[in-house]
Structures are given as structure tokens and as C-alpha cells.
């Protein structure tokens, strides 16, 4: 998934990224929806925030999940961790159900991921959500605010990412902005819009041209953030 002619890029699904050399053309992307960040119940009440969590996570030790390496829970752990002096220990999974059930369990003190992995847990009250490091909230988790409406505004804290319809590059220019259009208006088809409903997405799919721009944004801003945490893109 990408653009260009074996050009290096970075692809991003559901919050994961991935560097390499890619091959092809987009037609459009869906996004990727809201990752929220929570904690194990076992914390404090009062802690129902990034800036409470930030002050209550000084000179503690905290479990915190990512269900990959360099992940996008990986990345915004460790960025906590430079920004305000944490020592939060990154636990990498393969996965986001062993995450949840060393959740469920107590083991991990805080984590992120997919609204429908977390559910039980929501459901259960076993975990607690304090930010949602995206654009727009959650719209089934609408009293928990993002990021930047927490005053967080690095780049870090805010998840970008979407899940693209790509094509062989020898595609004709003119078949893949029909894909695109179909690709965009199919999310205000009844199909589409309980598809969207089910997943808790409000943002509208990107066009071709809009993810080819947020590809090269990505590019810039996500690769260093993968290099700081010591992994080397491939």
C-alpha cells in the first residue's frame, strides 16, 4: 500500500506502522478509527486523565501494553516517557488479545488499542479510558477527550492512520479516481454507514488525492518517531 515507483514509505493500518519500499498506487484510504489509551482499574479514580495518569505514572513503575513493536501505543509510551520523565516499561505483544487478557489480569497498568479488542474489558469496568490520541473523539466514548483538547499537541500523542485500497502502479490515472469516487461514496451507502456505525468511525474516507498528501506527511512525521525508539526502517 503506497505510492510511487518502488520508492521508499511508510504504510499505516489501524495504528501500526510499517517502513519499506513500496510499490503502487492508491486509490483511496478508510481511517483507521480511534485507538484509546486506559488504565487497569486497580489505579486510582481521580486518574482519569493524560495529565493525572503523566503524575501518578512519576517514580512508579508502569506496565504499559503495545501490541507491536513500534506500534503507535509504542510510540506515544515512549514519547511520555522523554517528554516528562517516566519510566514506563513498554510490554510488546504479537497482538492485541494476549494484551488485553495481561490486562484483564492486572499485569499492565495502562495501555492502547481498538475500541472492539477492549470491549469486555469497557464492559466489565475493568479498564478506564483517559485519552483518545486521535483528531476527532470516539463517538461510543464521548465524554473522553483527545489529546489536544488536553493540551497534549506533539505529534506523538494524536494516532494517524488509515486503511488504504491500493493498485498495481501501470493502473490508468483515469481507473483509479473511479476507484477512489466509488471508494468515498460507498461510506454514505446504507452498507457503508453501518459498516462505519459498527466500528465507531465518523471520519469520512480519503480520496486519492488527499492520501497521497497524508502519505508524504506520514512519511515525515512517523519515520523519525520509529527511529527514536531504536528500530531501523526496513
Same mark, same amino acid.
Do not use: C
Given at each position: 500500500?503506497?505510492?510511487?515507483?518502488?520508492e521508499?514509505?511508510?504504510? @499505516?493500518?489501524?495504528? *501500526? /506502522?510499517?517502513?519499506? $519500499?513500496?510499490?503502487g %498506487?492508491?486509490g483511496?484510504? +478508510?481511517?483507521?478509527? @480511534?485507538?484509546?489509551? *486506559? /488504565?487497569?482499574?486497580? $489505579?486510582?479514580?481521580? %486518574?482519569?486523565?493524560?495529565? +493525572?495518569?503523566?503524575?501518578?505514572?512519576?517514580?512508579?513503575?508502569?506496565?504499559?501494553?503495545?501490541?507491536?513493536?513500534?506500534?503507535?501505543?509504542?510510540?506515544?509510551?515512549?514519547?511520555?516517557?522523554?517528554?516528562?520523565?517516566?519510566?514506563?516499561?513498554?510490554?510488546?505483544?504479537?497482538?492485541?488479545?494476549?494484551?488485553?487478557?495481561?490486562?484483564?489480569a492486572?499485569?499492565?497498568?495502562?495501555?492502547?488499542?481498538?475500541?472492539?479488542?477492549?470491549?469486555?474489558?469497557?464492559?466489565?469496568?475493568d479498564?478506564?479510558?483517559?485519552?483518545?490520541?486521535?483528531?476527532?473523539?470516539y463517538?461510543?466514548?464521548?465524554?473522553?477527550?483527545?489529546?489536544?483538547?488536553q493540551?497534549?499537541?506533539?505529534?506523538?500523542?494524536?494516532?494517524?492512520?488509515?486503511?488504504?485500497?491500493?493498485?498495481?502502479?501501470?493502473?490508468?490515472?483515469?481507473?483509479?479516481?473511479?476507484?477512489?469516487?466509488l471508494?468515498?461514496?460507498?461510506?454514505?451507502?446504507?452498507?457503508?454507514?453501518?459498516?462505519?456505525?459498527?466500528?465507531?468511525?465518523?471520519?469520512?474516507?480519503?480520496?486519492?488525492?488527499?492520501v497521497?498528501?497524508?502519505?508524504?506527511?506520514?512519511?515525515?512525521?512517523?519515520?523519525?518517531?520509529?527511529?527514536?525508539?531504536?528500530?531501523?526502517?526496513?
Amino acid at each position: 500500500i503506497g505510492a510511487g515507483s518502488y520508492e521508499p514509505g511508510v504504510a @499505516v493500518s489501524s495504528g *501500526v /506502522v510499517s517502513a519499506g $519500499l513500496v510499490s503502487g %498506487v492508491t486509490g483511496g484510504a +478508510s481511517v483507521s478509527g @480511534v485507538l484509546p489509551a *486506559v /488504565v487497569h482499574k486497580s $489505579l486510582p479514580a481521580e %486518574v482519569n486523565d493524560l495529565k +493525572s495518569f503523566i503524575e501518578y505514572a512519576k517514580g512508579r513503575k508502569i506496565n504499559w501494553g503495545s501490541w507491536a513493536l513500534g506500534s503507535s501505543s509504542h510510540i506515544f509510551a515512549q514519547r511520555l516517557n522523554e517528554k516528562y520523565g517516566l519510566s514506563i516499561e513498554v510490554v510488546t505483544y504479537k497482538g492485541e488479545a494476549p494484551m488485553w487478557q495481561d490486562m484483564g489480569a492486572g499485569s499492565l497498568q495502562a495501555a492502547m488499542g481498538s475500541p472492539q479488542a477492549m470491549n469486555a474489558l469497557l464492559v466489565k469496568g475493568d479498564v478506564r479510558p483517559i485519552v483518545a490520541p486521535s483528531r476527532v473523539r470516539y463517538v461510543k466514548l464521548p465524554d473522553v477527550k483527545t489529546s489536544q483538547e488536553q493540551g497534549f499537541d506533539d505529534p506523538a500523542f494524536t494516532v494517524r492512520g488509515w486503511l488504504a485500497l491500493g493498485a498495481p502502479k501501470a493502473t490508468p490515472p483515469e481507473i483509479v479516481q473511479k476507484m477512489s469516487d466509488l471508494w468515498v461514496a460507498a461510506a454514505d451507502s446504507e452498507p457503508g454507514k453501518r459498516m462505519m456505525d459498527s466500528f465507531g468511525l465518523t471520519e469520512k474516507p480519503l480520496n486519492h488525492q488527499e492520501v497521497m498528501k497524508d502519505y508524504e506527511y506520514l512519511k515525515s512525521v512517523v519515520i523519525p518517531l520509529i527511529v527514536a525508539l531504536g528500530i531501523k526502517p526496513e
